[in-house]
């Protein structure tokens, strides 16, 4: 598929999933910055689904899962 490289989508993955600990440790903030933490919450959490599929689809191309 050459979609990426699967690092690169493992960095992709382990930044979204680092901006939702961030609105999970902290509402209020991200009330604040983002209006409806829940929408970008849910925004970001279906950015890690669409990856983590990426990279399921590169595995098994590859025949690694």
Known sequence: MGISNKSEIDRTIE?????????????????E?????E???????????IFQTLKDIEDLEKGTK
């Open 39 to 49: 929408f970008i919450r849910s925004y970001l959490q279906s950015g890690i689904r």
């Open 15 to 31: 930044g979204l999933s680092r901006h939702v600990k961030a609105i999970d440790d902290n509402p209020e903030a991200a009330k």
């Open 33 to 37: 910055i983002f209006g409806d933490p």
